[in-house]
């Protein structure tokens, strides 16, 4: 119930016309329905009917609440109600528009990131700290509110997912896999791969991901524990900078993403690269083409997964 209960509190906070023109002079809306709960508020559906429909929706590989909180649910609205086409929605960069316009200050990000987590270490890895958040939707809100963006992403780097630390920790177990190499972590988030790999011995590290605070929360992580990466804000699908190992850590919860990344981390495996993954069971994992390296038992937050606990696979992306 307190997710619902939050939920309709941010749509009375978020969901109001700019002050601002935007985007040629139409004022942005922000419609903001993080679990899908907001229709029963809409049409007076009962609360206890709402949430019991909610789970039943959900099967196997549903998405965790926070990282639900995308593009079906987070719409910019133009004066016409139509939702507004935006690349962020589609999980790349917008390269249509200014960017620019909708940022905050890389002081103004880590100012934030230090003031809404807390440094902890990490349940499976606890060789890494990393600054993470506590309840998922208050923190969300408070990004919302902080953001200039009509569009604010969720903060997915302010949790150390399973699939990422199952990876981080057998990375850790196996420095050989790493050390004296070129790597990647893609989708870096926080960047607990990234910086396993560094304390594993790579000879460097490129951590990549389209999130503009996920970017600073990495380097504000790599400071903590003392190692080096190179942290890069873009879209690398389709790319190859020659990288001897490529570390994907919980990236298979979205249909497109998958779709798009499935194939070019084959084709980077198919030129020599080392491309491994680590999956609590997300439901766009590729069904084929994969071989098994090891499980891990990852103690995880019910607020983030409703569970308390994943089964996580680290699988080689053969091609």
């Given at each position: 119930m307190?997710?619902?209960?939050?939920?309709?509190?941010?749509?009375?906070?978020?969901?109001?016309?700019?002050?601002?023109p935007?985007?040629?002079?139409?004022?942005?809306?922000?419609e903001?329905?993080?679990?899908?709960?907001?229709?029963?508020?809409?049409?007076?559906q009962n609360?206890?009917d709402?949430?019991?429909?909610?789970?039943?929706r959900?099967?196997?590989g549903?998405?965790?609440p926070?990282?639900?909180?995308g593009?079906?649910?987070?719409h910019?609205?133009d004066?016409s109600?139509?939702a507004?086409?935006?690349?962020?929605f589609r999980g790349?960069p917008?390269?249509?528009t200014?960017?620019?316009?909708?940022?905050?200050?890389?002081?103004e990000?880590?100012?934030?990131?230090?003031?809404?987590?807390?440094?902890a270490?990490?349940?499976?890895?606890?060789?890494?700290?990393?600054?993470?958040?506590d309840?998922?939707?208050?923190?969300w809100?408070?990004?919302?509110l902080?953001?200039?963006?009509p569009?604010v992403?969720?903060?997915?780097?302010?949790w150390?997912?399973?699939?990422?630390?199952?990876?981080?920790?057998?990375?850790?177990d196996?420095?050989?896999?790493v050390r004296?190499?070129?790597?990647?972590?893609?989708g870096?988030g926080?960047?607990?791969v990234?910086?396993?790999?560094?304390?594993?011995?790579a000879?460097?590290?490129?951590a990549i991901?389209?999130?503009?605070?996920?970017?600073?929360?990495c380097r504000?992580?790599?400071?903590?524990?003392?190692?080096t990466?190179?942290?890069?804000?873009?879209?690398?699908?389709?790319?190859?900078?020659?990288?001897?190992v490529?570390?994907?850590?919980?990236?298979?919860?979205?249909?497109?993403?998958?779709?798009r990344?499935?194939?070019?981390?084959?084709?980077?495996?198919?030129?020599?690269?080392?491309?491994?993954?680590?999956?609590p069971g997300?439901?766009?994992l590729?069904?084929v083409?994969?071989?098994?390296?090891?499980?891990?038992?990852?103690?995880?937050?019910?607020?983030?997964?409703?569970?308390?606990?994943?089964t996580?696979?680290?699988?080689?992306i053969?091609?």
């Amino acid at each position: 119930m307190g997710h619902f209960i939050r939920a309709r509190q941010l749509v009375r906070l978020i969901e109001r016309p700019s002050a601002e023109p935007a985007r040629g002079g139409v004022a942005i809306q922000l419609e903001v329905d993080p679990w899908g709960l907001l229709e029963g508020v809409r049409d007076g559906q009962n609360e206890n009917d709402r949430q019991k429909e909610h789970r039943g929706r959900r099967g196997k590989g549903h998405r965790p609440p926070v990282k639900h909180l995308g593009p079906a649910h987070v719409h910019a609205r133009d004066g016409s109600g139509r939702a507004a086409a935006s690349p962020w929605f589609r999980g790349c960069p917008d390269r249509g528009t200014n960017r620019q316009t909708w940022r905050v200050t890389p002081a103004e990000r880590r100012s934030f990131i230090l003031d809404n987590t807390a440094a902890a270490p990490t349940p499976l890895v606890p060789e890494i700290t990393l600054r993470t958040g506590d309840l998922s939707m208050p923190l969300w809100e408070a990004a919302a509110l902080a953001d200039t963006r009509p569009a604010v992403p969720p903060p997915y780097w302010a949790w150390a997912w399973a699939g990422g630390q199952a990876l981080a920790r057998h990375v850790l177990d196996h420095p050989n896999v790493v050390r004296g190499l070129r790597v990647a972590d893609i989708g870096c988030g926080g960047g607990i791969v990234a910086i396993a790999a560094a304390l594993a011995g790579a000879t460097s590290v490129d951590a990549i991901d389209i999130e503009a605070f996920a970017i600073e929360a990495c380097r504000v992580n790599a400071e903590a524990n003392s190692v080096t990466l190179e942290a890069d804000e873009s879209d690398p699908i389709g790319t190859d900078r020659g990288w001897d190992v490529v570390l994907v850590g919980d990236l298979w919860y979205e249909p497109e993403l998958a779709g798009r990344m499935a194939p070019w981390l084959r084709s980077l495996a198919a030129r020599g690269a080392l491309v491994l993954t680590g999956d609590p069971g997300r439901a766009h994992l590729p069904v084929v083409g994969l071989a098994e390296l090891g499980r891990y038992e990852v103690a995880t937050s019910a607020d983030l997964e409703d569970v308390t606990t994943k089964t996580v696979r680290v699988l080689r992306i053969l091609v």
